[in-house]
């Protein structure tokens, strides 16, 4: 139930720069709601645009966080009284519910008048200084003032009620500069990732579309080629687009225990065997294809390994980098795209580990409606794919090998 | 004159999956412009929002040109008679003016109905096939065609005239989950940022605006500092903050031709010198300040000397990690940030250079309004800077010491 | 017990290339051992040196596995007879066994003679061609092949008897290009790292030596607050060094659930709450010191929490950025760093988790003698540490969210 | 002339922990010499080693210098007389020539007896306190001093005589852990490595070799295509390693002026045009080939065009992600890497661009004799080609777009 509600008021160019699209947003992540009582977008590209919007919330103490939220991003409150303050008590503490300021223009009403804030400054508190037998007419001062300035008996603005910012404005610099957005930072918690993708991935299972997995053979050095086969094994994985790397790591790290000549798993295998690879490869390409080295007990386990057992189809497309290659692997790029096309019927998601190739490969093949993960440590792989024209794929840069191993343990336990 | 015009129309969530700000960024970015016609925004978040623009261009191949372009986010033209095919005269080649797909769901008008398109995949071309005895009922069928697969005698739908795609859904996933932009990509070409930097700067200047350089050291390491010294003494730097790094290596090069203790000029000077930064500290010390030891003749060159010079003020915040350190340094923290917002009266642009920690210092003190750079070679920095709150800054991921030599050269002369 | 050896030969720039250490290195790390028989270093930069080494072996397979690695390196069989060879029985598959080249200049032995091979390209087999009548004077070719091109009946050299390499020369190119190593590789098994570290610190608490945790504030942004506040309770942190940032995270993760206003743990926490930090600083601040909020009970779990109540001494430094700052920040950085240098007596190990500035402050003061671990997911921050002197650092390119809690799973259980 | 010599002695693994290398290459980077008087490689891994090195050099400045750069690394002088100390003369300034420390294990000799350090800190100062009734028998006490806790009247020891280090020692962790060094760090002077790279490349050109560029698009994205023709048309690369999308956006650059729908030299192209390269890979392929696109006139400037025109061989390698392609294109992977095999006849050099999958093609392929120079902005590509086993390749971490055109400049002149 959302009991509570107020009309927030947006003015500018709210559109293009995307001042609506984030109030909205944050609308509704805060779990309150909106109704859009009057928007007016301007005619052309130099009229303002106006929103008036009543946002709805469970309780009041949601409402008044939301609303001193709003202000950051240019959106203020439509019904105004003046300002409140309370005064400070100790030096250097401000009074318990300070409004905290954004580096927006900002006024405050206080008798009524709107008084404009002397400076902007972000995370700060404003301070009403009494009117005197000033020079702007005996309005009060309002100052922007960091905490640690705040002295006993100054009357600080307390709640956003009364106070306005003007919202920002979206400058135009030129067609390649872009505004910083923090949409690929490595500095959020994994961990919830984890289980929002582990959420995302049964959805799509129990709505009986395939899971697509694009894998790279990072993942097999960083030791998550266990987990990614036992994800394969419980069935989270419908179809696989690989390289030769991928497909000849996991073979490797199965018979040789090392992943281009590193132990995969510690212990007793010694450092070395450059040529691990160059080995595995050549033994099924004796075999003549992975099922067949499957089937004679070469290969014993690891995400081929199950793609077999299981049935799961998987394209291995060739590149120019290839040792070898497996006999498995498409060594003309076209047939290797057409044979990834033809694997895309019916997929409703894609999780792509740690690869820039195969990532694009894929990404060029996808409709906009496929959902899609795209998991790297380097956030430019994740850029990368943006760039290419997948502006629908999730982007979340971690570290892989940690990451498969606590999605297969969220998917298929320990 | 902007005198071909055509209606377009955007259907869906095109306010927070943000496609109606990107529709008209990407008129204004063709040089084209556009009146609203009729914008109908969803009163709650269940409700689809509609809007009716209409686009004006120079010229009809730019108007096309933009028209095929807005496909791409979801904006279809009002108007719309059948689409128009083309043959394919040699294998492997589309017809000139072929319609490029989107990765959306598409429907082309044949005979005055809308066909669906079979898959969608970005890149591809659109072939119809006759009407036959089909399931369909009659209906022609239209399939999206790889390049290569197109064959003599496929008709291929040219131009985006009757041509529908539905717009994309930006999902909502969870709140830490963000679409991948590609806002810091490294890929771009920087000598027009060079360019474009360097003409903000100078409107900046004949607005009687002040210029904040907020430099790091690796300025100095990347050879930069000879290049940043010219643009101090030829006017381009009011008021500079930077730490203890900063202002020492700086001094370093120019009093012992090292940074860090490694040459930054090539040539004699030899490799090594761990300590020449400790030595550079203990002798300005000894002068009692920066400005002394310029005075004295024992700096006679660089970003600091130049300062001094022309009496550009410097504000140097101390860090936990810094030697000696120099004497014009504010140890303490506190005493620093407040010298900084004294500074910063009447800036109106900022230029933050291969820094993180004053970055960051610098963004929590500057107004929204500031127009501000931020240039590094890590674009972790560029979305920290974002992720603190400074949405309004502008990324450059590139070198900032060949960055800023090219701006010093467009600035100043060779 | 080391019952196989031989002596391999290293001849060239071996110490200044690297070549003898790398060679030394390898076969410790397969669980051999060595004996130097005569080493010869060059007189002067021109002269080149020699080593002759016994490699010692637990069995035959291991000691053949480690001679053909150390060809990669220039190391030599001091014994030759002929090379080897077994016939391509297969199109594109190798006899078993098969000698997997380097890209070094190489020869094999013939008939008693050292034929050179045509050209030089790793990953590839030698094929023998019998002596004809040739315009090398009857000596058989040896030709480098890549897999797919060996042909049923060729001749291909099978195990790294008789056959040499010449060992790679460092160039010298300028003070400032260094070779390619990869030591911060991201593609490493992080769940082996993880039990390593955790090896280390049993290993550190045991001989009774203290541990010194440096703490950046995205380990909280990545949720592995809780995971570390359980190291501290079960010991395994003796001393924390971390910045106001860190600090203000952790208490404002467990006060209000959110780590700079965004929610850490899931759940029904709003997201928002942009001045959330600043709140939990001001009622701090309020309450005086950190141990004091938590005597209060204001502060109820989390890294500094556990710290108080277990008397873990920690060290705030101050920086330019700070917002606040929370009371027991040391605002003066000197003083900081004084704080800091007298904290670190007995200090044996360090874990140095995504912090740049602390990192390095911490890094300055480190004798080389700690064990220091540096963990971070941008591979800059770990090569800056290096840059500025601590050598002796090893580093960890991974996501410290996921790390430090299986990290912590590993040291206190789950 | 390098008239002043001294003896300095390692001694510990100095082998394995690099520490030989390192003093060798720190002699050569002075601009002195050495001769190995005696060197002792400990028999086995435990056994410790020795060296006795006489350095020359041009001077006893220089010399000074690197004799303490040298004890970083656990060098120390043969002879010693007693340490030399000065006083302090004002508070927090340490004497001229004062001894900087390093964080290793240090003792100063002092009425011809080792005294111990207290303490290990780099970047300080050694303070000699006379001897006193004290427990140690007698002995001065030797304090490690930060340079702001020097006093007035304490003495302090100057130059690196009678001053005695440990060298560090190389913990053997586990086989995955490496110690951090800065290989590839992007804080260094860019300028000097165009300089040093133009001059290689004059080297290889007038020893008659041939230089071959591998070149990624990015190049065509940040600009660098034109400079990039000019160094084709100059005569500065004799062969080409790229993909279908280098030389689509190449020539999508020359004939629409853009990148991927990006303009690239600003002015009036609007932005957009996302099927640009899919209209110039269609027209090429209409053509036959791109000589025939060329001779046609349809492609009239560019690094293809350059190729085409004075007859650079090219190899065009396919990948799954490819649009089209091009008909020059190798689509068969296999046969692509041969074409590559067979072009590389007579190269001495390889300048590789902004390209990981052809970067690693072409690692793979190329003999370790060949001078190899990897430039990319991000280092964890210049990583995996040494990860890749191409360790004699030298890294270079900067913007390719700049720093191709200052290359071109250099080579070609403005």
Redesign the interface.
Known sequence: MLVESEVVEVEGHI????I??KV???I????C????LD?D?????RDPSR?RIEVSAPDPA?LA??L??LH?HGANRAAHGDAQTAPVE?D???P?G?Y?T????TWVSLDGRWCAVD?????CALVVRPTGALPNGGLPTVSNV????AHVGDQVVVGSQGVRVKA?ER???????????????????????V??VAE?LRQVRSDQARILLVAG??LV???AGGDLARMVRDGWVDVLFA?NGFATHDMEANVLGT??G?????G?V??????NH??V???V??HGSIAAAVAAGYVGGGVMYECVRRGVPFVL?????????LPDVH????E???A??AALAGVGAALICAS???A??AG??????V?TF?VD????V??????????????????V???V??LAHALCGS
């Open positions: 559109i293009d720069s995307l609506l699209a909205l947003d944050l509704l992540a805060a779990g709601d909106y109704r859009s928007v977008i301007g005619r052309t590209a929103a949601t966080r939301l001193a939220e950051v100790v250097g503490v401000l318990a300070f905290s954004t580096n927006l223009a400076r902007e400054e972000m995370d960091p905490m640690h300035r920002p400058r135009r610099v030129g067609p390649h500069f872009e505004f910083m957005d923090s949409d690929v930072s490595s500095e959020k918690p994994k961990g919830l990732f289980a929002q995302r053979p990072a050095h960083t030791g390289g992943s281009l590193v132990p995969v798993r510690g007793a010694p450092e070395g065997g450059h040529a160059l080995r490869i050549n033994e390409r004796r497309g060739g590149s120019v980098r290839d040792d070898g290659p060594t003309d790029v076209i290797a795209a057409d990834m096309r820039t190739l195969h694009i490969a060029n093949l996808l409709p906009a409606s959902e795209c440590i380097n956030p430019a994740v850029t990368k794919l943006a760039d290419r024209g997948s502006h629908q794929a999730l982007g979340i840069v971690t570290d090998g940690l990451f191993g606590e």
